[in-house]
């Protein structure tokens, strides 16, 4: 009778190791728990986070919860703590970034006090400072931001109502901080389809349309700030297309796309773009051994790619060789199964000291490290470490009205850039961040200023140089 019953025990835990090995819980691999927090539990449930790194170097993770936005110190490992939340209308879905000492906070949410909150964060770790929520023509609600230097780009949502043309398909609309962070300027935008979300370097947009014509990813030239931005190419996410994000390689070869879809479960992608008249596929990925969890969100930190992957939690991927995506990492921050479902990991984030965040939907804050180090690896120009601070001679000059300036890092340091006029005024702010060490270059749009004599003025640490720029309309 006991050997009758010890097999049929036996038995069944075959059968549900047959029936659930796709949900098989892996443990976790090459990463180690610094803190979880859990401070905003609700129905609603967590989502998207970003990091901002201020200027005597202590790191804060910002994260979306359900009624507002939660300010968490984690500079010291020993004593990761919230530092201040700011309420907000009840929302699922709050996405922010941050440019300068200022954080810019989006939502779908409908309400009175909808359109972008700004925040501002220079007086951490005492407090934060909220500065206004901002509006305008018919703008009520997005889906994403994104920051490329001194612009937003607001993806989703009613945020094309008002542009030039017919109708609004919520595509991208462009905010203006040069002049003042407190109080962007609406520029133009890009409408032609639906955009869930974008990433924007050297003045080119990468727009995820997720449902149209369907499931592109279209390259459009933003250079020009106003009007309508005209479409360099576009093509199908496929297989299954259903881009949700995207994220860029060193030197813009390769682009890295996530399909939201739950059947069938939807993948990372790589694409070689370096011809952009001939996007070819390269690879798809899964998590190790996990072929039923659905991918959301990716950022790309050097030769890294980190992944929230849903139920299958935080995945670090060696991209070194873009066309064979290797896992290096992960950790599970959703261990009650690895199905297809829309619960776990909502966003990743590195810091340069490398510690990492992630957002879980039902259980808030990571921070995490990896076994290995991953700074060494964050250049998000190229792979050759300049010699020496230089801030560049802007080309073109004389210009009209946009010239590009390019710098280099030798080292990881807080960086401005700043413009002044001939009577010594500020006239735009382009770069206020810490920065990893490598070759940046940054737009300078100046459309709105008056022609004559302007200052270009780089700071980081003890360097300082200035470059003389004519505007001439």
Known sequence: MKKILLFYICSLCLLFKLEH???????????????????HPSGTLYSALWGYRAPNGREYAILGCATGTAFIDITDTTNIHEVGFRTWLNSSWREMKTFSHYAYIVTEATGTANGMQIIDL?????SIHYVTTITFTSYTHTHSIQQDGPYLYLNGGN?????????????????????NPENPTVRGGWKTYYVHDCRVRNDTMYACNIYDPPGTISVVNVSSKDGIQPTITSWVNAPNPF??????????????????????NGKLKVWNISNLSNVTFVASWQPTGITTAIVHNVEIYGNYALVAHYSAG?????ISNPSSPTEAAWYDTYTTNNSANFNGCWGVYMFPSGKIIASDRQTGLYVLKT??????????????????????????NP????????????????????????????????????????????????????????FCTMTSGDFVQTKKMILNK
């Open 21 to 39: 090995s796709a949900y098989a819980q892996l443990g976790n691999s090459n990463m180690t728990l610094l803190a979880n927090l859990n401070q």
């Open 122 to 126: 220079q007086y951490l770790p005492d």
């Open 159 to 179: 945020v094309t109502s008002g542009l030039a043309g017919t109708g609004d398909v919520g595509g991208v609309r462009i905010l203006d901080l040069t002049s």
């Open 243 to 264: 881009p949700h994000n995207c994220a860029l390689l060193p030197g813009r070869t390769f682009i890295l796309t996530t399909d939201e879809t739950s059947s069938p």
């Open 314 to 318: 935080v995945r670090v991927v060696d």
């Open 371 to 396: 076994t290995f180090p991953m700074v060494g690896n964050i250049d998000p120009s190229n792979n050759n470490i300049p010699q020496s601070f230089e801030l560049k001679q802007n080309y073109p």
């Open 399 to 454: 210009f009209n009205p946009s010239t590009t300036i390019a710098y280099t890092l030798p080292k990881a340091g807080y960086v401005t850039i700043k413009v002044y006029d001939a009577a010594g005024r500020q006239a735009a702010l382009l770069v206020d961040e810490y920065k990893q060490a490598g070759s940046y270059s940054v737009s300078f749009d100046a459309s709105r200023l008056a022609s004559g004599l302007y």
